[in-house]
């Protein structure tokens, strides 16, 4: 977590205060291990005086499609964030970077900036690694979530058969199939206008029902998914409802 100042026009202009980084899941799953980390950070936050803070788990992959994501990953940081909003009157608040989660926190008021990854991932690294070299990935827009390319063409092919021309998901992914190899060749600057048009949705919302249509947008993805085969390739995330179902159970 980074506590900084405002100056001027500008939002992230001086860093005042490294405050407790999360590196694992041990650190804010249970309330037990959140408690020191929370009060130390109200603690130099004050000490700071600071006019923000920024909250980072830099070990979770939200899209990775675990099966602790729902009940134990996506919860403890939620809570995490409760706690800090009840300890912490913060002028600026952010979250992220990750690939919904930052959302579903912005969306319940929990933040004020989701804060998104550019390039290939949406998982915060500290400085001083390796930087990773990731296979191409697209947004599938309907599912809510990226998927690797490799053996995308045959899951699109057999999708369109099993919903048809008709569905509201075929003309995204007729698109998708169609413009493969092209969409590949570009993949960061396809995945990230899907994420400006998914923002954009949710933010359209009035803030007291944000996190209502966040819920309702990831239902409608989970719901698709279901009736939808497996990914090949995509290790724990292969059913495709895998990333919109634990996002979508915490919106609320």
């Known amino acids: 977590m980074i506590a900084f100042g405002q100056s001027s026009l500008t939002v992230l202009l001086r860093i005042y205060s490294l405050l407790p980084k999360f590196t694992h899941q041990k650190q804010l799953n249970g309330k037990t291990e959140r408690n020191p980390k929370v009060k130390l950070a109200a603690k130099y936050y004050e000490e700071s005086r600071a006019d923000g803070f920024w909250?980072?788990?830099?070990?979770?992959?939200?899209?990775?499609?675990?099966?602790?994501?729902?009940?134990?990953?996506?919860?403890?940081?939620?809570n995490c964030h409760i706690e800090l909003n009840e300890q912490i009157s913060s002028r600026i608040r952010i979250a992220g970077p990750y690939w919904g989660l930052n959302l579903v926190l912005w969306a319940r008021g929990l933040v004020d900036y989701?804060?998104?990854?550019?390039?290939?991932?949406?998982?915060?690294?500290?400085?001083?690694?390796?930087?990773?070299?990731?296979?191409?990935?697209?947004?599938i827009p309907p599912l809510r979530?990226?998927?690797?390319?490799?053996?995308?063409?045959?899951?699109?092919?057999?999708?369109?058969?099993?919903?048809?021309?008709?569905?509201?998901?075929?003309?995204?992914?007729?698109?998708?199939?169609?413009?493969?190899a092209l969409l590949t060749a570009a993949s960061r600057e396809q995945v990230a206008k899907f994420y400006k048009t998914w923002f954009d949705l949710v933010a359209a919302a009035p803030l007291p029902g944000r996190s209502l249509a966040l819920f309702q947008d990831l239902s409608?993805?989970?719901?698709?998914?279901?009736?939808?085969?497996?990914?090949?390739?995509?290790?724990?995330?292969?059913?495709?409802?895998?990333?919109?179902?634990?996002?979508m159970l915490n919106c609320l």
Request: proline residues 8%; contains cysteine; charged residues 20%.
């Open 55 to 78: 909250v980072v788990d830099n070990s979770l992959v939200d899209d990775s499609g675990s099966k602790t994501l729902r009940n134990s990953r996506f919860p403890g940081i939620v």
């Open 114 to 139: 989701p804060a998104i990854g550019i390039g290939s991932s949406y998982q915060y690294f500290l400085g001083g690694g390796f930087p990773n070299q990731l296979a191409a990935c697209l947004a």
């Open 145 to 180: 979530r990226r998927v690797g390319v490799a053996r995308l063409g045959s899951w699109l092919e057999e999708t369109l058969k099993i919903i048809g021309p008709t569905h509201p998901a075929a003309p995204d992914l007729v698109q998708i199939r169609k413009q493969l």
């Open 220 to 247: 409608a993805a989970y719901a698709l998914g279901r009736s939808l085969p497996e990914f090949e390739d995509e290790d724990t995330a292969r059913r495709p409802e895998s990333i919109a179902e634990p996002l």
